[in-house]
Structure formats: structure tokens, C-alpha cells
């Protein structure tokens, strides 16, 4: 087993856009990070993230430029490659989650995501994929709802009065 990787001698899809898109982000970034102090003095508060951007803003550069040197990949196209079905798929649900978030609220749409999500990728029983979602919603609504007290949409379960009920068992 070699210890170094070897250079790629061929571009596969979408390394140019790829490429080209680092450069974007990083000179948006050195562009963030200038806006905080300026080149105003090198210990200042934005000279770290100004070299940071710097640096990876000329590294994006070399990438890039090797990249271009490179002759295509024959017999690969950019959607089978970089964007095939299951993440079209995937990114769909996300959306459609993202949608329906604040009005059915955060347990009814993250159980149905949950369930779609990992029934469609484990391709398991029913019944495990509804413990599967059951036991992951109920993690996540503990860490964040219950600990962290984060709050989350309420849509159409009531939840304060299903967490009223709850506490008052206790009291």
C-alpha cells in the first residue's frame, strides 16, 4: 500500500464547477473578514480570518487551475455522477419538510420525514422503521425541547398541553 495518493490524470463532472464555486466562497469570505477590522493592523480582530480566507482563496486558485489542466473523464455525465436519483430524493424530502414544518408542526413532520427518510433509504420492515423514527424522534425532542429548551413549532399537536399534562403527573 502506497503512503501518497496518486495525482488524478483525468477531470470527473462537475470538478471545474466545484472549483470555480470555491473561489467564489472564498473570496466572499476574505471579503466577511475584511469587513471586520480591515487591514487596520495584524493583530487586529480580523487579520486571522483574513489569512484564513487568503490562504484558502489561494489554494482554491491552484485547484482550480490544475483541474482545467486536466482531459475530462469519458463515459461519466455530471447527474449520474454528482446528483444521482436517491439524492434528488432526498433533497425533496428535505424541502417538503422544510415546507410543511411550521404548519403541521415539528413531531408530525419530523415523524413523517423520519419514517419516508428511513424507510426509503433502510428498506426495512414497517415496524422497524416506525421504531427506527419513534425512538429517534423521541431522542431528538428530549435533547433539544426538554434540555436545551429549544422551542420548536407547535403546528396542530398540542404540545405545551401535552407537556402540561405530563408535569402535572409529577406534581
Avoid at 22 to 47: C, E, N, P, R, T
Avoid at 137 to 148: G, H, N, P, S, T
Wanted: charged share 10%; net charge neutral; aromatic share 14%.
Amino acid at each position: 500500500m502506497s503512503s501518497h495518493e496518486s495525482i488524478p490524470e483525468t477531470r470527473k463532472p462537475g470538478e471545474r464547477l466545484f472549483g470555480f464555486l470555491l473561489i467564489i466562497g472564498s473570496v466572499y469570505l476574505f471579503w466577511q473578514s475584511y469587513k471586520i477590522s480591515g487591514f487596520s493592523d495584524l493583530s487586529s480582530a480580523g487579520a486571522f480570518p483574513m489569512a484564513t480566507a487568503a490562504t484558502m482563496l489561494l489554494a482554491s486558485c491552484i485547484v482550480f487551475v490544475n483541474t482545467l489542466k486536466l482531459p475530462a473523464t469519458q463515459g461519466m455525465d455530471f447527474f449520474s455522477h454528482c446528483f444521482p436519483p436517491i439524492v434528488a430524493i432526498i433533497m425533496a424530502l428535505i424541502l417538503i419538510y422544510a415546507v410543511v414544518l411550521e404548519s403541521l408542526g415539528f413531531i408530525l413532520s419530523s415523524f413523517i420525514f423520519l419514517f419516508i427518510s428511513i424507510q426509503f433509504l433502510y428498506r426495512r420492515s414497517v415496524l422497524t422503521t416506525l421504531a427506527i423514527s419513534l425512538l429517534s424522534l423521541i431522542m431528538v425532542y428530549i435533547v433539544f425541547r426538554l434540555v436545551f429548551q429549544v422551542v420548536l413549532p407547535e403546528g396542530i399537536v398540542p404540545e405545551r398541553d401535552i407537556i402540561a399534562s405530563i408535569t402535572a403527573l409529577w406534581r
